[in-house]
């Protein structure tokens, strides 16, 4: 082969640019100087207990105490360590991985944990365990969101569909005594929001961003008048529904620290298992999985193969609602034995963050819900043992958690290439 040839050759060969975001290693830092600020400006006498079993464990697991200030000091060494690691990587033109950004939540987590609780014991099984069970409608509600999406609709209307479930569940749970029809009369209040906004962005391809927020408020004024004029006087009818208690589930109830947490949970808890898994095995190992994700990144490839688009984009979307409305369904036949006005509080929005958080991806959505459920149940835990952050602070932690989880804690998240986009056929 002459110069010439092997000149254009390389000339002619493509060339790949990789594109690294800096967002990680600059909010690891941005944390790691704030964390250094609490053991530097207000350093903590004392120990912290943590506590890893309950009080009717079968097996006994030893406490773990840790000196309050000195565990602060080492948690910010680590972060510092994994700041200035995440610094090169970038530098090197390389993402960065899951796994730091893990070591870099659980050693930040650790620290805060033993500087806020000096002096103080931890239960860690009732954390955890709360946050799994504050968790649960976000991650339904994640679950929906990453289905509509993978599918190439955005699916604002998340709050709607917890809402709508709450408020059917209560009705129907109350009218028929039993909190199993509760729990599917929410998931037909959610599939109802799901085809109004189906109707009006698939068929009639009005912004998808415009309906899912006109929905949601046409929802919270709905569910307010009916609450104010039907429910609230025949509250002992209409309002009173029959809930879902926990249940220990044997043998794996009594495993040391997970058991407890994962395993004395409420019926919709284990559903939320069961979905999680089904939704990611459907989603990438059959058929149905494959051609709604082939619809959500290019809709007229699928069509020239025989899919038909706006009828995978139905049953998705009707699908995603089914799935939100048993996140909504845990608010009145779990958490709270009555619908209360707005009661979800914004979670579907939370939930809309996880999937951004989570990539579009179930296991890593599940994921961001767990971590938002979490910083939710850490305030209500850290006001009962008395620590110093204030509660404003520890109100605002769900929602400064979700803002910097969307900015970029992963690096760049890329939405499904026809997410957002009606589809024309030609």
């Not at 944990?113 to 239960?123: D, E, F, N, S, Y």
């Amino acid at each position: 082969m002459s110069v010439a040839s092997t000149t254009n050759a390389q000339i002619d060969a493509p060339r790949i640019v990789a594109v690294v975001s800096w967002k990680a290693p600059i909010i690891f830092g941005i944390f790691t100087v704030l964390f250094a600020l609490l053991p530097l400006l207000v350093p903590r006498e004392g120990a912290t207990t943590f506590r890893l079993a309950s009080g009717d464990a079968f097996f006994t697991v030893p406490d773990i105490v840790l000196p309050s200030t000195a565990t602060a000091w080492v948690s910010v060494v680590l972060l510092a360590a994994s700041t200035v690691f995440a610094v090169f990587l970038a530098n090197s033109r390389r993402r960065t991985p899951l796994w730091l950004v893990v070591v870099y939540v659980a050693a930040l987590l650790i620290g805060f944990l033993a500087w806020a609780a000096a002096g103080a014991t931890l239960p860690m099984v009732g954390l955890l365990g709360g946050a799994l069970a504050l968790a649960t409608p976000l991650i339904f509600g994640a679950l929906g969101g990453v289905i509509g999406e993978r599918a190439g609709v955005v699916n604002i209307a998340i709050e709607a569909q917890l809402l709508a479930g709450a408020f059917s569940a209560a009705i129907a749970a109350s009218a028929a005594g039993t909190p199993w029809a509760g729990l599917v009369a929410a998931m037909g209040a959610g599939m109802l929001v799901s085809l109004v906004l189906g109707i009006f962005t698939i068929t009639y391809f009005v912004d998808q961003v415009i309906v899912g927020v006109v929905l949601n408020v046409l929802v919270i004024g709905l569910t307010t008048f009916f609450f104010r004029q039907v429910l609230a006087p025949n509250t002992e009818t209409l309002n009173s529904p029959e809930t879902f208690t926990a249940f220990p589930i044997p043998i794996l109830s009594e495993i040391p620290v997970i058991g407890p947490i994962l395993f004395r949970q409420s019926f919709i808890v284990y559903l939320m298992y069961f979905v999680v898994a089904l939704v990611w095995f459907g989603l990438y190992r059959t058929r149905w999985g494959l051609r709604l994700r082939a619809v959500g990144e290019h809709p007229q490839a699928a069509d020239t193969v025989g899919i038909k688009v706006l009828a995978t984009r139905y049953r998705a979307i009707l699908l995603a609602g089914a799935v939100a409305g048993l996140g909504g369904a845990f608010y009145t036949l779990v958490a709270v034995p009555r619908f209360n006005q707005e009661m979800t509080a914004g979670a579907g929005f939370i939930a809309l963050a996880a999937v951004i958080f989570g990539q579009w991806d179930p296991i890593k959505a599940t994921l961001a819900a767990l971590l938002f459920g979490f910083a939710t149940n850490l305030q209500g835990v850290l006001s009962v043992i008395g620590s110093p952050v204030p509660s404003q602070f520890m109100l605002m932690l769900p929602y400064v958690v979700t803002i910097f989880a969307v900015a970029g804690l992963v690096g760049k998240s890329r939405a499904p290439a026809a997410d957002g986009k009606p589809y024309i056929k030609s």
